[in-house]
């Protein structure tokens, strides 16, 4: 069954300092990858997708992510994290089957930036 | 409207009894999802309605939960009996169409607390 494996349950980091945010998934067949963030008391909202082509992704507000098929990993990574990035970080993983489709969700990475 | 919009934002009731959540989905967005969103756990996917065609109910834990769309548009979510382990955020998302490779637009969510 598709899973999304999320390592990190927390990852406080410094200010400046680069952060990465680690995916795995499981899926035998082509799969959509996604990330998400969900700031304090908001929805959640996209941060960038893996669809095909290119395997380095940037997204918004300077993240960008790698998609690698034979790790199956989608790891999230910033250079220079700010305050503002204080926030709650979803991966999920799309795959279109015959009868349609899922997006499994991972448990979340609640990344929290120190001054 | 400009996004997803869900009400009650939050929503206190006492075990046993039934309550009902409400979705305005973007307009012209085909694609409806309700997920559940509980303390250190990702999105648990529920149901999916995708234009006309028969929801995907797949992910509804119990009897108890039910859901429908009424005119393509505004969906409501249904938890009869509630009980104390149904406490959690309930999310709502809608897409321009049920491809995997779609990106799922949330609303803020319904808080419910069940005592």
């Known amino acids: 069954a598709q899973s999304v494996t999320q390592l990190d349950s927390q990852v406080p980091v410094f200010e400046e300092a680069p952060v990465e945010l680690r995916c795995n998934y499981s899926?035998?067949?082509?799969?959509?990858l996604f990330w998400y963030v969900q700031y304090p008391n908001q929805g959640l909202q996209l941060l960038l997708k893996?669809?095909?082509?290119?395997?380095l992704v940037k997204g918004i507000n300077g993240f960008e992510a790698e998609f690698n098929k034979s790790q199956t990993s989608f790891h999230l990574r910033k250079p220079s994290v700010h305050i503002s990035d204080t926030a709650e970080y979803f991966c999920?993983?799309?795959?279109?089957?015959?009868?349609?489709?899922?997006?499994?969700f991972g448990a979340g990475t609640r990344l929290f930036v120190k001054a | 409207g400009a996004g997803v919009s869900q009400s009650p934002s939050n929503k206190v009731t006492e075990k046993g009894k039934d309550v009902e959540l409400r979705c305005d989905p973007i307009?012209?967005?085909?694609?409806l999802y309700w997920y559940r969103q509980s303390l250190g756990q990702g999105l648990e996917f529920l149901i999916y309605?995708?234009?006309?065609?028969?929801?995907?109910k797949s992910g509804l834990p119990s009897d108890r939960f039910s859901a429908e769309r009424t005119g393509g548009s505004v969906s409501t979510l249904t938890i009869q009996r509630t009980q104390q382990e149904d406490s959690a955020v309930y999310l709502c998302?809608?897409?321009?169409?049920?491809?995997?490779?779609?990106?799922?637009?949330f609303g803020p969510g319904t808080r419910l607390t069940v005592l």
């Open positions: 998302a809608s897409s321009q169409a049920g491809e995997a490779y779609n990106e799922q637009f």
């Open positions: 899926s035998s067949v082509s799969v959509y």
């Open positions: 893996y669809l095909s082509g290119s395997t």
């Open positions: 999920a993983v799309s795959e279109q089957g015959t009868g349609g489709f899922k997006t499994i």
């Open positions: 307009s012209g967005h085909t694609a």
């Open positions: 309605f995708q234009g006309n065609s028969a929801p995907d």
